[in-house]
C-alpha cells in the first residue's frame, strides 16, 4: 500500500455533490480494474463539510440509481494535510477549486472542476507515457499535468457548464440535475484515470 494514485473530490457540506462523484467516481474506476487491488483511491471533504453526516438520503437515491453505493459514507471537513496528499483535486464549482487553491497554493495546477477537467482531458489527444497498469500514481499525476498544460488551449466551459448545481434542501429535480451533470462528465475522467 502507499503506491495508490489519490483523488480527492470537494464540494461545500460534503453530503450531496462530493460523495455522489466519489462513490460513483470509486465504483467506475474499480470496474475497470475487476479482482485487484484498489490502485486509485477516491475520496472526499468540504469547506464546510457536515463534519460526520451521512450523505444525503435525495442524493443517495441518485447514486444508487446510478449504481453507486453510499452505505458507510462519513462527511469530513477539507484541510491542507488532505490536499497534500491527493495527486488531482477535482471540485463541484469553481468556487470550490478557488477555496482550495488558497488553502494550498502549491496545489494549483492540480485542482479542476470536475466538469472542467472532464472537457481538458476528453480534448487530449495523446496521453500516452509510464504505463497506467504498472504505476497508477505516475499515470494519475501524468494525465493531471497534461491536463494543466493543455488549459487554455480552447475557450473554458460556461460557468453554468463548468460548476455542478448544488441541490442541496431543494427538490428532486435539482438533484437528478446534479447527477445528469456528473454522469455526462464520468466517462471522459474514467478514461482518462485507467489510461
Request: hydrophobic letters at 45%.
Given at each position: 500500500?502507499?503506491d ?11 453530503i450531496?455533490?462530493?460523495?455522489f ?9 474499480d470496474q ?28 443517495a437515491?441518485?447514486l ?21 496528499e491527493a495527486d ?7 468556487a470550490?477549486?478557488?477555496k482550495?487553491?488558497?488553502?494550498s ?10 466538469c ?44 453554468d ?15 437528478a ?9 464520468m ?9
Amino acid at each position: 500500500m502507499g503506491d495508490e494514485a489519490r483523488i480527492l473530490i470537494v464540494c461545500t457540506g460534503n453530503i450531496c455533490r462530493s460523495p455522489f462523484i466519489e462513490r460513483l467516481l470509486q465504483h467506475d474506476l474499480d470496474q475497470h480494474r475487476p479482482g485487484s487491488d484498489r490502485e486509485i483511491i477516491v475520496r472526499s471533504a468540504g469547506t464546510g463539510a457536515l463534519v460526520g453526516s451521512a450523505m444525503d438520503p435525495q442524493a443517495a437515491a441518485q447514486l444508487g440509481a446510478y449504481g453507486g453505493d453510499a452505505s458507510g459514507f462519513s462527511a469530513r471537513q477539507l484541510t491542507p494535510a488532505l490536499i497534500a496528499e491527493a495527486d488531482l483535486v477535482l471540485t463541484a464549482t469553481r468556487a470550490h477549486r478557488g477555496k482550495v487553491a488558497l488553502m494550498s497554493p502549491k496545489a494549483l495546477r492540480r485542482v479542476f472542476t470536475f466538469c472542467d477537467f472532464a472537457d481538458v482531458v476528453s480534448g487530449i489527444d495523446d496521453l500516452s507515457a509510464p504505463a497506467p497498469r504498472t504505476d497508477p500514481r505516475a499515470w494519475v499525476r501524468h494525465v493531471t499535468e497534461k491536463a494543466a498544460a493543455s488549459r487554455g488551449l480552447k475557450p473554458p466551459l460556461a460557468l453554468d457548464s463548468a460548476d455542478i448545481v448544488d441541490p442541496y434542501r431543494l427538490e428532486d429535480e435539482v438533484f437528478a440535475t446534479m447527477a445528469q451533470q456528473i454522469v455526462e462528465s464520468m466517462p471522459a475522467v474514467v478514461r482518462a484515470l485507467v489510461g
